[in-house]
Nanobody, 115 residues
């Protein structure tokens, strides 16, 4: 199983970024997926999740600004991030959901929002 996140970078407050996660090694369409982030000195938190059927959930801190989507044919999950804030600065990871927990984090991608 491999999950490779990409698309991070440095952006100014109010800017946008689109993160992508390429999956391999498992039947992608059979699993719910999630995007997490971890800022320095903080615990990893779930920011967005998408079910196998496309239902989505978001952390309160990103509702209305972030959009998670999936393309089962391409085995990819994306996170569109708009109206970015300095507090969104973190390493972002994608993961797949097994049962009630998430696994297979892979390498994350750094997002830095300057004020």
């Amino acid at each position: 199983v491999q999950l490779q996140a990409s698309g991070g970078g440095l952006v100014q407050t109010g800017g946008s970024l689109r993160l992508s996660c390429a999956a391999s090694g498992f039947i992608f369409g059979n699993y719910a997926m999630g995007w997490f982030r971890q800022a320095p000195g903080k615990q990893r938190e779930l920011v967005a999740a998408i079910s196998t059927g496309g239902s989505t959930n978001y952390a309160d801190s990103v509702k209305g600004r972030f959009t998670i989507s999936r393309d089962n044919a391409k085995k990819m999950v994306a996170l569109q991030m708009n109206s970015l804030k300095p507090e969104d600065t973190a390493v972002y990871y994608c993961a797949r959901k097994l049962g009630s927990a998430y696994y297979d984090w892979g390498q994350g991608t750094q997002v830095t929002v300057s004020s």
